[in-house]
């Protein structure tokens, strides 16, 4: 029975060495070593031998599998690393290669017009000074020369919250209280950026929210001539040299006199269409001097300083620059038309 448990032995060994991948080495295993195995099924023998002979066979049984357990770990291991190299050799990867890049979103257009408009202002020598968005009545109204009362303020149908007059500001306007009130009695450069809101009908040209500019300067010696050479300089910059402008008389409380800023329509080229009411003109802002009232709310002696506002829809502008007819397209996450820009 000892030759048999050595002759099993030497051809356990043997038949390992063949094993070429991991399901001939597990199938070896399941032969040899598991309880089904020749290996085991040798002890079922050991009582058909005499006493004495048993202690010397299980010692020898033992040391057998130990030593054909310790080759197949060696021979496993063996197999999986040479099974691994394979599979990087069919599958390499060449880290000399360039990686796959990742896409990243763009710049919003509203976001793009507004860098334009802050450039060509920047370039003027005005500042960007920021206001809140919830604004009081006070500030929204009243101490921009819009009374209690006032017709005015049913031009702008605003949102109100629960705090006794505490508003979601109508405009930027507010913005020209603050800075006075803040650098007085410096002079004044800047425009003011930010959301507005409205409760108004939603078509193609009017949303109930919308970015707005507002333009501030304040000085001793500051003229209507300063405020349309300004103007007429910041469209010059941002629709090209050939784009016609043009002022028209108009009101707003807090300017006196007042005038809105028209540019050509880049759609019809002046032919007439939705966009422009058939006018061949589109308004891109408001405008004036400030008002005496204005100018006295924010600190600053209305005998001794004058000022120039205005006030624009980067949403209108960029619907001229990029030929869009719709406004309600902006805040509409549609990514078919945000992609375009």
């Excluded at 803040?182 to 930010?194: A, C, D, Q, S, T």
């Excluded at 620059?321 to 945000?338: C, E, P, S, T, V």
Aim: charged share 25%; with cysteine; hydrophobic share 35%.
């Amino acid at each position: 029975m000892a030759t048999d448990l050595d002759h099993i032995y030497a051809e356990s060994l043997t038949n390992l060495s063949l094993a070429g991948n991991t399901a001939e080495l597990e199938a070896w295993y399941r032969e040899t070593l598991s309880r089904k195995g020749r290996v085991y099924l040798l002890t079922r023998q050991m009582g058909q031998l005499e006493r004495e002979a048993r202690p010397a066979f299980g010692k020898r049984l033992n040391e057998i599998k130990q030593d054909l357990q310790e080759a197949y770990d060696g021979r496993l291991a063996e197999i999986k690393t040479a099974e691994m190299q394979a599979e990087l050799n069919v599958d390499a990867i060449d880290v000399t290669l360039p990686g796959r890049p990742q896409l990243r979103g763009g710049l919003h257009i509203i976001t793009q017009t507004l860098r334009d408009i802050y450039r060509i202002f920047g370039d003027m020598g005005f500042q960007i000074y920021r206001s809140p968005d919830v604004e009081t009545d006070e500030y929204n109204f009243e101490l921009l020369n819009f009374p209690p009362y006032h017709p005015a303020r049913e031009m702008q149908d605003s949102f109100y919250t629960t705090q006794p007059d505490v508003i979601l500001r109508t405009q930027t306007s507010p913005g020209q209280i603050r800075a006075m009130r803040e650098y007085y009695p410096e002079p004044i450069r800047i425009i003011v950026p930010g959301m507005c809101y409205r409760n108004e009908q939603v078509t193609s040209r009017s949303e109930i929210q919308f970015t707005q500019v507002e333009g501030l300067a304040v000085g001793h010696n500051i003229t209507f001539a300063d405020l349309k050479g300004t103007l007429t300089e910041f469209a010059r910059r941002l629709f090209g040299e050939a784009r016609q402008t043009r002022f028209r008389a108009s009101y707003f409380p807090f300017t006196e006199p007042s005038a809105e800023m028209d540019v050509s329509c880049f759609l019809c080229e002046g032919e007439g269409c939705q966009v422009c009411k058939y006018t061949g003109w589109l308004e891109i802002l408001g405008s004036g001097m400030v008002h005496p009232n204005v100018l006295r709310n924010g600190g600053y002696n209305p005998q001794k300083y004058f000022g120039f506002a205005f006030g624009m829809g980067p949403e209108r502008i960029a619907m001229l620059k990029y030929g869009i007819d719709d406004i309600r397209q902006f805040w509409a996450n549609d990514m078919r038309f945000l992609q375009q820009f």
